[in-house]
């Protein structure tokens, strides 16, 4: 599955700034220029942009390198991030949600650019940007129920 959301993150609508309704100011952060990209500072920063989120405080996530792809134009590092919200009854849940990360280095661009980076919400085709979309934490409850709602209609 991790794959299948990989594969497609670049082929998919990605989206265009997105009003928001509420008015709320669209969290970002400052993205390292390409030439200082490393694998564990992408993940810093990854974390860093994670905690502009408005989510409840209950939610935690884990965050794993996947791959390193080279493509024509660029270098693409890619990763994810698992959530759930664990509790005294259920520590390790049924059901978890990801979030896909794509940080994106030009090989054509100046080095002295930002990294480019898009993320997905598993189960959606969206790609979002930072600075661009405001995440919503009713993106990872969707996907946890959508998941629970399966698991129950499933005789194992």
């Known amino acids: 599955m991790e794959k ?7 082929d998919t609508w990605i989206q265009k700034d997105q009003e928001d309704p509420d008015n709320h100011e669209i969290a970002n952060i400052d993205w390292i220029p390409c030439k200082d990209f490393t694998i ?8 860093e942009y994670i905690s502009t989120w408005e989510l409840h405080p209950s939610w935690l996530f884990s965050l794993k390198f996947l ?12 990763y994810k991030s698992q959530w759930s919200i664990p509790t005294a009854r259920t520590p390790i ?3 978890t949600a990801c979030v896909y990360f794509i940080i994106q280095i030009s090989k054509i661009k100046p080095p002295t ?7 997905q919400v598993e189960s959606c085709r969206l790609t979002h940007r930072p600075g661009k979309t405001r995440f919503r934490e009713k993106w990872l409850r969707d996907v946890i129920e959508s998941k629970t709602l399966l698991r129950d209609t499933v005789d194992f």
């Not at 299948?4 to 670049?10: F, I, T």
């Not at 650019?113 to 993320?119: C, D, K, R, S, T």
């Open 113 to 119: 650019l930002p990294v480019e980076v898009y993320f």
């Open 93 to 95: 849940p049924k059901a």
């Open 40 to 47: 564990n500072l992408g993940s810093k920063q990854i974390e």
């Open 4 to 10: 299948a959301v990989l594969d497609n993150a670049h």
């Open 67 to 78: 791959e390193e792809k080279e493509l024509e134009f660029h270098k693409q590092y890619h």
